[in-house]
Structure formats: structure tokens, C-alpha cells
């Protein structure tokens, strides 16, 4: 490895990490990115879960022979380790794949199963740093699940694709009336239920954890029965277990649509999608309101970096 560019990494994380750290401290905040894909010839995701990194490879053509990366991947680890101050058994490594045009977001890629808890805003969380294509737990999205938050209390909520069920959690905290909570993979709804039971007592008259394919669950689903709703889906999904794949810039006006007639109105809807070029069809869409909250939902540590979308919808 040429020292000199490792120099240059080293740098650049001291910069990144002593930036965001500061913030992160000054709003209590424990789990966090320190760096992605800051230098081109560094291309790692950095993220600390308190004591614990999650480091990520970002998939390229590196040229590489498989003993020569694996050496320098071996340089790298002492210089995060170093700058972090965790000792490599806290270091988290995993190679992260550009997600294909067709995926599969409920892949499994491992079998560690060692699941760890977190705090974000006084609730808890498990997170897993070796299993799944994400780590459970969705830092980009800390200041929309706030405001989830600050708008549950006596709602009826729904959460949509609703993976480890964090924002499910946040309207729990808030005060939800009835929470929903819609995904199609098992796995993903058993630990929703289990972060919800480390924060709230658990309350079947409230909580419901529905395992349904949610374009037919929408179909079937009663007008009106909601008043607050997130909306994440995956950019593009061929589950075999879905009825159609979806492609987000394709079907986003039709899903929106479905999921407004499930609300009363004046309900709101917060819709996001992680689709770079994404265009909304806002002439498509039969809200009477729709803002664009990106920027407002951007947390200091993804300032820049960040290729998703946000938006507040008012039926």
C-alpha cells in the first residue's frame, strides 16, 4: 500500500470523524457516518453503532489480485481502528454489492446472527452489522422518524414496507393510537416486534404486524382507516413472493395513490424513495398538498451524500 495515499485516508477520516463527532455529541446522538466514499481510492461506508463500526466496502473494479486487496484492506483496518479509538473485534467488515437493477431486498448474505441493541432518541434498537444487505437500523432517516414522532400521538398510523419496524417504535413513543405495521418478509417483522417490545409493552389491540405483499394488502385494505403514513418502499423489488416486481419511478404515482385512499383526509403521508434520478408525477398524485422535505430531513452526517428523496404528502 502507498503510504502516501494511506496518509491521505488517514487524514480525511481524522477530519470526518472529529467534524461529526463534535455534532453527534452536542445532539446526544450515539449511532452515526463518519465517512463514505470520501476518497476515491478509499471507497468504504463508515458508520459507528456506539462502540461498534460497521465498515463497508463499496464493490469496484480495484485491479486488485485477491492477495494484494486482502493487504490492503489489512492496512486499512489499523487506521480506522486508530482514529476511532475501537479495537479491530468491534470492527465490522462486509462487501457491499451496488444494489442490482432487479434485487432482492430480503437477501440474506450471512449467519452470524449476533444482533446488538443501540439507543437513537431514548428508544432502543437491535441492529445486526453482518447478516442482511443493511444494518437494521436506517441512519439517514433519524430526523423524519422524529417527526413521526411529534405527530402520532391518538393517530391511526401505518408503516409500509416497514423492515425492522423503526419508525413503528418512534409512533409508539409518540402516543399512536393503533399502529400497523405491513412487510413481506418474516424475518424482518419478528425483529419489528421485538424492538417494539424493548421500548413499549407490546399491546395486540394496538400493534398489528401484518405479513402481506403491500400492493394487494393496499387493494384490500378499508378507505380511510388511516391518518399517518410512511412509505419507504424498495427502489426495485422481484420477490418471488411479490405478485408483480415494482419499479419504483415506474409505479410510485399508482402506489402513492392506493396508499392515499387508505387515509382519511387531511391525512398525512411521508413518502421517501433512495432512487437517484427519481422524478416525482406530482400531476399524477391526488393529494392537496405535496412538499418536498428532502434537505429538512437530512441529519448532519449525511449533509452532501445523501441520494434519497423525501416528501410530506397532505390527502
Known sequence: MNEEKLQMFRNRLLKMFRHTGKLAKRQGITCYRIYDHDLPEFPFCIELYEDKVYLAEYQRRHGMSEEE?????????????????????????????????????????????????VKEAGLSFRVNLTDYLDTGLFLDHRITRGMVREEAAGRRVLNLFCYTGSFSV???????????????????????????????????????????????????????????????????????????????????????????????????????????????ETDKITATSIKDITKATTPFDFQGKLFRWCYRIVK
Open 69 to 117: 486487496h486482502e493487504a490492503w484492506l489489512e492496512s486499512c483496518v489499523p487506521v480506522i481502528s486508530g482514529i476511532l479509538d475501537v479495537p479491530d473485534d468491534k470492527i465490522y467488515f462486509r462487501q457491499r454489492r451496488r444494489k442490482a437493477g432487479r434485487q432482492d431486498q430480503y437477501e440474506k448474505l450471512a449467519g452470524e446472527q449476533e444482533f446488538f441493541e
Open 170 to 280: 418512534y409512533a409508539a413513543a409518540g402516543g399512536a393510537a393503533q399502529i400497523d405495521s405491513v412487510d413481506l418478509s418474516k424475518t424482518y417483522l419478528t425483529w419489528a416486534e421485538e424492538n417494539m417490545a424493548l421500548n413499549v409493552p407490546v399491546d395486540s389491540a394496538k400493534q398489528h404486524f401484518v405479513h402481506a405483499d403491500v400492493l394487494q394488502w393496499l387493494d384490500e385494505v378499508p378507505a380511510g382507516s388511516y391518518d399517518l403514513v410512511i412509505l419507504d418502499p424498495p427502489t426495485f423489488s422481484n420477490s418471488k413472493r411479490m405478485k408483480d416486481f415494482l419499479d419504483i419511478q415506474r409505479d410510485h404515482a399508482e402506489l402513492i395513490n392506493k396508499t392515499l385512499r387508505a387515509m382519511m383526509s387531511g391525512g398525512t403521508l411521508y413518502f421517501s424513495t433512495n432512487f437517484r434520478k427519481f422524478q416525482l
